[in-house]
């Protein structure tokens, strides 16, 4: 391990003393939010510096087990000993540099998801409305919870535009690499000469803010519009002026939510979506700047970029930023995203992996 590497943790080491000391403080108690941070840090550091205990005491036996290779008697029992020990120091080493790479400090948030036709017409809003299916799917499979918050249905049944809301652990983690452009090559139902076509959506994935860091918004630069529900819901749609759009007049950005009969609900869930959205807005404009310095693996999630193609002739899903070509297609549209979703996280650790060890160079 290099030295650089080994003072960062023995400055943990030092760190998860001061924790504790801080946290046995009687007077911590007057201050929960201030306790849930600290108390998180804590796990965090203390699974940290425990690692690197296991990484130095494996260095230990390491060197033991090599003395005892003079010893005639001893030298078969030794190696053994080596081969394990280096294959133990090597695998935690590599651990504890991956506990290092930066964390966004959003992946443990849950997600607004948003899907939008594109190009293509009827069959891009059809496309919109299978992308829906698999990642409703995908939820049901992570046991996530999935809240519909607007739709905007198309004649043919497809998707113009769909919003969810997604709970449960880490979701932003795991779908933040959706968002992009997504292509489809198949032949539409509407196509009568057996044709292929190319249509495309864009997928959104937003982190929702804790209400502490909700983007504070001016009553002053909103204007709040309500209008009767469309689609699915019974004889209420009809009755009732209960859907909200806001719109944020500096930026133009709008929200709206429709699925609750009751306004009240309704203008605070629009307003959690606007906020989300600001929030992502001021964020892709940080990544943005960053990205003109230097490119990454991953993409900024600008929604113009091509990420993935699913190709239904072939049954091939291709993402186009990692070259992952999987011949599943149908798994992953019934929600088997893990194995695309564990190739992007490899790829960004790969990346942030080599950029931390040329910075210790």
């Known amino acids: 391990m290099k030295a650089s590497l080994r003072q960062q943790f023995e400055r943990l080491a030092l760190r998860l003393s001061e924790l504790d000391a801080t946290l046995s403080d009687p007077t911590m108690a007057s201050d929960m939010k201030r306790f849930r941070e600290l108390t998180r840090e804590h796990a965090e550091v203390a699974s940290l510096v425990e690692r690197f205990q296991r990484f130095e005491q494996r260095e230990r036996d390491l060197a033991a087990a090599r003395g005892m290779l003079a010893d005639p008697e001893m030298a078969e029992l030794a190696q053994d000993e080596i081969n394990a020990a280096l294959a133990d120091t090597e695998r935690l080493h590599f651990e504890l540099q991956t506990a290092l790479l930066p964390r966004d400090p959003d992946d443990a948030r849950n997600a607004f998801l948003e899907i939008r036709a594109g190009t293509g017409g009827d069959e891009s809003a059809l496309f919109a409305a299978d992308l829906a299916r698999m990642y409703l799917r995908h939820c049901e499979r992570r046991g996530w919870r ?5 739709e905007s249905v198309s004649d043919l049944g497809g998707y113009k535009e769909v919003v969810f809301r997604i709970e449960g652990d880490a979701v932003y983690a795991q779908l933040k690499f959706e968002s992009g452009g997504h292509r489809v090559q198949r032949v539409p139902t509407t196509e009568t000469q057996g044709r292929i ?51 944020h007049l500096p930026t133009g950005i709008v929200a709206e939510c429709q699925d609750d009969r009751s306004q009240h609900r309704n203008k605070a869930k629009a307003m959690a979506v606007l906020a989300a959205r600001l929030r992502e807005k001021d964020r892709s404009e940080r990544a943005a700047k960053e990205a003109a310095a230097r490119k990454g693996l991953i993409g900024s999630g600008d929604r113009s970029d091509r990420i993935r193609t699913y190709n239904f002739p072939q049954g091939r899903l291709t993402d186009h930023r990692i070259n992952l070509t999987l011949y599943k297609l149908q798994a992953v549209l019934d929600g088997d995203l893990d194995e695309v979703t564990a190739a992007l996280q490899a790829a960004q650790s790969a990346e942030q992996l080599a950029a931390l060890e040329s910075g210790m160079a």
């Open 146 to 150: 999935s809240e519909l918050m607007s």
């Open 197 to 247: 076509h190319t249509s495309a959506c864009t997928v959104a994935v937003l982190p929702e803010a804790d209400e502490a860091d909700e983007v504070q918004l001016n009553p002053a630069e909103l204007r709040i519009d309500t209008f009767r529900a469309s689609g699915a819901g019974g004889q209420h749609v009809n009755k009732t002026d209960s859907a909200i759009r806001i719109t």
